[in-house]
């Protein structure tokens, strides 16, 4: 199981910007093929943010798209997430997952079985 660490989250006020990291303990292209951003909000269900997989294609949520950019470095074993004009209900616990069993760009918490522990991402207004 690859441990999955995320990093850069922290208060930013409405109209800011944040890069998340997400710093994995292994190679993950060669066997990891799709990773995935989700957040947690206060008292909401889980969501998923976006998805990429090992040839760079991409997946978002549609009311994310334009304002969020998931990207990988692998040779860093990192994943991204910048994030542009946030809003307060943005705020969430921001998490990144990484699954080696499909190359689909789900969203569904449930088709990742790898997880970190977590960034926090309070955006005030």
Known sequence: Q???????GGSVQSGGSLRLSCVASEY????????CWFRQAPGKEG???A?????GSTNYAGSLKGRFTI????PKNTLYLRM????????AIYYC?????????????NEYDNWGQGTQVPVSS
């Open 2 to 8: 690859v441990h999955l660490v995320e990093s850069g």
């Open 28 to 35: 993950v292209a060669s066997s990891y093929y799709r990773m």
């Open 47 to 49: 969501e998923g943010v």
């Open 51 to 55: 998805a990429i997989d090992i040839f």
């Open 71 to 74: 990207s990988r470095d692998d």
């Open 84 to 91: 542009n004009s946030l809003k307060p209900d943005d705020t």
């Open 97 to 109: 997952a990484a699954d080696r069993r499909s190359y689909d760009l789900a969203l569904a918490p």
